[in-house]
């Protein structure tokens, strides 16, 4: 199995920052893209950043300028630093990733989502 671990989240003041972490640990054979998604209450699951193993970026409208998605593929993590952070922010942020496992002489390919890590930006 594939388990994302995320890290990082907080209580902060609006203008800080934060960096939120996430490690994908198990069977992998590789891992395509991985991203950062946020569902804030009473609302759906929304694109954060995403980024390619080959480090090309997206980015949602609303963090663009002020949140950088980078990842380490040799410890299989993706991070997202949050700089000016604003109330808006405020969610569950959720890791995810595209990870292909080898298994019994084939090759599966599955998306995986971590836990979840609270983010809140609040004065």
């Known amino acids: 199995q594939v388990q994302l671990v995320e890290s990082g989240g907080g209580l902060v003041l609006p203008g800080m920052s934060l960096r939120l972490s996430c490690a994908a640990s198990?069977?992998?054979?590789?891992?395509?893209?991985m991203g950062w998604y946020r569902q804030a209450p009473g609302k759906q699951r929304d694109l954060v950043a995403r980024?390619?193993?080959?480090?090309?970026?997206d980015y949602a409208d609303s963090v663009k300028g002020r949140f950088t998605i980078s990842r380490d593929n040799a410890k299989n993590t993706v991070y997202l630093q949050m700089n000016s952070l604003k109330p808006e922010d405020t969610a569950v942020y959720y890791c995810?990733?595209?990870?292909?496992?080898?298994?019994?002489?084939?090759?599966?390919?599955?998306?995986?989502w971590g836990q979840g890590t609270q983010v809140t930006v609040s004065s």
């Open positions: 995810n990733a595209d990870v292909t496992r080898y298994i019994s002489g084939d090759l599966s390919a599955d998306s995986y």
């Open positions: 198990g069977s992998i054979f590789s891992i395509g893209n």
């Open positions: 980024i390619t193993n080959g480090g090309r970026t």
